[in-house]
């Protein structure tokens, strides 16, 4: 059982979950929470907008990133 | 020249180019089936993205949208932003790639012959494209109807509903039937990029008018403080979360949507449009939508109609706003020839061949498709109350709750027919009677009924395979995307 365990834990498994996690996060923080109910307005637009503006741009480079180096993990057999 | 003379004018050359593209796309299309509904698997980045956007959007962009921000505040930019941005991304990746891989391999058009052929059944694939059909029929009758009424309001009444969709449902067949995927791909594209110039072009003139995106700001908080605040009124947290999540699995089921997961060029168009989402989704939608807040400072009153083409009557110039409206008028076009292409396909491939055998000219077969699909919507859109108008506007989660059964059927072997049967069924009808029966409610602890619909088939797609043994006919060689056919 425990020696099953570790065989399926491999690298690949680790960088797919790790992945996830990421790609949970990139789609969870695209609205920032912990602005909620806050009005402040910057440069002519309210400050959470320009964290979902700021944050987008990152979502595309992460995105970016992903696609050069680990594109296929967890959906190529 | 008058605003009248000068829409008609911008509808007619958008038309004359765009069959001009169409006859070109007809000279480079093979006579198979799959050159017609995939343009032969070889779409670009550029079109590919484009045409995606387009298909999905488009109109949305200059209507919808802006009417809901002006309707509930800019936060909607954020639903949509997650939603469409970064959501649907990941799902382009995760249920994409996968079906762009099985594609390849096994030759797929349309997602329903490919859960067939990996469960082993005829039924299954039948009721996958029943239950896309049910959904897609009443939503392209809702563009014809939109399109329509454009054109009567273009026209101040010169031009009666009927004979406005009607025209536009004529072009529409005459096109699709010319040009399959490869031209409306292309026109999909031609039209992504104008839209994109129009929306920064109103973008720019309006604030320059007002004085600036500061002073913009400054007005609506004048006239609606709350607007400016995260959240609040319409939006929870469970309707923000919600909302985006059952939109982005629904768009990813929606026919045209889904068929377009097959028709990639190779591996790297799909990597970099997946990179190229977020960019291209905030591009579009942050200027829009805050226009359509901003309006609710500026006193815009939008009366019957539309936010954004009252706010442009009233800061840019006659002939600017009607090329807007002309340009949105195309867009809702090509949302629905797109969806004509592929409820033709489900219908050609997945229920009228089952029944029927195979068509010894399918691709003759498909345009029939086409013209039947688009009248039978037209004159639904003449007659259709209530009922029909309901199941459109909740297409999106009707779509969403086909989502999980397909994600668990990709990527678990353990699925069977009969897992996917519950996980499929279960859910539509749970759905269906959250929209009709008043007795189920619509929210539940504030997540939207469609959420919890998925929830519930991904459930049960995995209870019943558990319980369940796979039929003999049933092979998850499919999946592996290493069948050679």
């Given at each position: 059982?425990?020696?099953?365990?570790?065989?399926?834990?491999?690298?690949?498994?680790?960088a797919?979950?790790?992945w996830?996690?990421?790609?949970?996060l990139?789609?969870?923080?695209?609205?920032?929470?912990?602005?909620?109910?806050?009005?402040?307005v910057?440069?002519?637009?309210?400050?959470w907008?320009?964290?979902?503006?700021g944050?987008?741009?990152?979502?595309?480079?992460?995105?970016?990133?992903?696609?050069r180096?680990?594109?296929?993990?967890?959906?190529?057999? | 020249?008058?605003a009248?003379?000068?829409?008609?004018g911008?509808?007619?050359?958008?038309?004359?180019?765009a069959?001009?593209?169409?006859?070109?796309?007809y000279?480079?299309?093979?006579?198979t089936?799959?050159?017609?509904?995939?343009?032969?698997?070889?779409?670009?980045?550029?079109?590919?993205?484009?045409t995606?956007?387009a298909?999905?959007?488009?109109?949305?962009?200059f209507?919808?949208?802006?009417?809901?921000?002006?309707?509930?505040?800019?936060?909607?930019?954020?639903?949509?932003?997650?939603m469409?941005?970064?959501?649907?991304?990941?799902?382009?990746?995760?249920?994409?790639?996968?079906?762009?891989?099985?594609?390849?391999?096994?030759?797929?058009?349309?997602?329903?012959e490919?859960?067939?052929?990996?469960?082993?059944?005829?039924?299954?694939?039948?009721?996958?494209?029943?239950?896309?059909?049910?959904?897609?029929f009443?939503?392209?009758?809702?563009?014809?109807?939109?399109?329509?009424?454009?054109?009567?309001?273009?026209?101040?009444?010169?031009v009666?509903?009927?004979?406005g969709?009607?025209?536009?449902?004529?072009?529409?067949i005459?096109?699709v039937?010319?040009?399959?995927?490869?031209?409306?791909?292309?026109?999909?594209?031609?039209?992504?990029?104008?839209m994109?110039?129009l929306?920064?072009?109103?973008?720019?003139?309006?604030l320059?008018?007002?004085?600036?995106?500061?002073?913009?700001?400054?007005?609506?908080?004048?006239?609606?403080?709350?607007?400016?605040?995260?959240?609040?009124?319409?939006?929870?947290p469970?309707f923000?979360l919600?909302?985006?999540?059952?939109?982005?699995f629904?768009?990813?089921?929606f026919?045209q949507?889904?068929?377009?997961?097959?028709?990639?060029?190779?591996?790297?168009?799909?990597?970099r449009?997946?990179?190229?989402?977020?960019?291209?989704?905030?591009l579009l939608?942050?200027?829009a939508?805050?226009?359509g807040?901003?309006?609710?400072?500026?006193?815009?009153?939008?009366?019957?109609?539309?936010?954004?083409?009252a706010?442009?009557?009233?800061?840019?110039?006659?002939?600017?706003?009607?090329?807007?409206?002309?340009?949105?008028?195309?867009?809702?076009?090509?949302?629905?020839?797109s969806?004509?292409?592929?409820?033709?396909?489900?219908?050609t491939r997945?229920?009228?061949?089952?029944?029927?055998?195979?068509?010894d000219?399918e691709?003759?077969?498909?345009?029939?498709?086409?013209?039947?699909?688009?009248?039978?919507?037209?004159v639904?859109?003449?007659?259709?109350?209530?009922?029909?108008v309901?199941?459109?506007?909740?297409?999106?989660?009707?779509?969403?709750?086909?989502?999980?059964p397909?994600?668990?059927?990709?990527?678990?072997?353990?699925?069977?027919?009969?897992?996917?049967y519950?996980?499929?069924?279960?859910p539509?009808?749970?759905y269906l009677?959250?929209?009709?029966?008043?007795?189920?409610?619509?929210?539940?602890?504030?997540?939207?009924?469609?959420?919890?619909?998925?929830?519930?088939g991904?459930?049960?797609?995995i209870?019943?395979?558990t319980?369940?043994?796979?039929?003999v006919?049933?092979?998850?060689?499919?999946?592996?995307?290493?069948?050679?056919?």
């Open positions: 059982m425990v020696a099953n365990e570790r065989r399926t834990v491999d690298g690949s498994t680790l797919a979950a790790s996830g996690v990421v790609f949970l990139v789609v969870l923080l695209a609205v920032p929470w912990f602005m909620w109910r806050s009005a402040t910057a440069y002519g637009l309210p400050l907008l320009w964290w979902h503006i944050w987008m741009a990152l979502a595309s480079a992460v995105f970016y990133v992903f696609g180096t680990a594109w296929g993990i967890g959906v190529e057999p | 020249m008058n009248l003379t000068l829409q008609l911008i509808v007619g050359a958008y038309l004359i180019i069959l001009g593209i169409g006859l070109v796309a000279r480079t299309t093979d006579r089936a799959e050159d017609y509904y995939l343009a032969g698997r070889t779409l670009g980045t550029v079109v590919l993205l484009f995606t956007f298909t999905l959007l488009s109109a949305y962009t209507f919808g949208g802006p009417d809901t921000s002006f309707a509930l505040g800019p936060e909607w930019i954020l639903v949509m932003g997650t469409d941005g970064v959501l649907f991304a990941v799902l382009w990746y995760v249920i994409g790639y996968k079906q762009w891989l099985v594609g390849q391999s096994g030759g797929y058009v349309t997602l329903g490919l859960l067939g052929d990996r469960f082993g059944s005829t039924g299954l694939r039948a009721l996958v494209a029943v239950v896309s059909l049910f959904w897609l009443p939503y392209v009758m809702l563009q014809q109807k939109g399109a329509g009424l454009a054109i009567t309001g273009l026209t101040d009444g010169a009666p509903l009927w004979v969709a009607g025209g536009i449902t004529l072009f529409m005459l096109y039937v010319i040009s399959g995927m490869r031209g409306v791909a292309w026109t999909d594209t031609m039209q992504g990029v104008l994109l110039g929306v920064w072009a109103a973008f720019a003139w309006v320059s008018a007002v004085g600036g995106p500061g002073a913009a700001t400054a007005a609506l908080r004048e006239a609606n403080p709350e607007y400016l605040a995260l959240g609040g009124g319409a939006y929870t469970q923000v919600g909302t985006a999540v059952y939109i982005a629904g768009v990813t089921m026919p949507i889904n068929q377009r997961f097959f028709a990639a060029r190779s591996k790297e168009v799909l990597t449009t997946f990179a190229l989402w977020p960019v291209l989704v905030l939608f942050v200027p939508f805050l226009l807040a901003w309006a609710v400072g500026l006193g815009v009153d939008p009366g019957d109609g539309s936010v954004l083409p706010l442009l009557r009233e800061y840019t110039p006659t002939w600017f706003a009607a090329l807007v409206i002309a340009g949105a008028l195309a867009a809702m076009m090509s949302s629905s020839d969806m004509l292409l592929s409820g033709s396909s489900y219908f997945d229920v009228y061949r089952p029944l029927f055998g195979a068509a000219r691709a003759l077969l498909a345009r029939g498709g086409v013209a039947l699909f688009a009248t039978a919507s037209f639904a859109s003449l007659v259709a109350e209530g009922t029909l309901q199941i459109g506007n909740t297409a999106f989660g009707g779509f969403a709750q086909l989502a999980l397909v994600v668990v059927a990709l990527y678990w072997t353990g699925t069977t027919r009969l897992g996917m519950a996980g499929v069924l279960v539509q009808v749970f009677a959250s929209v009709f029966v008043p007795a189920v409610p619509e929210t539940y602890l504030g997540w939207p009924a469609a959420v919890v619909g998925m929830l519930l991904a459930a049960l797609t209870a019943v395979s319980v369940t043994t796979p039929g006919r049933e092979d998850t060689s499919v999946l592996s995307g290493s069948r050679a056919d």
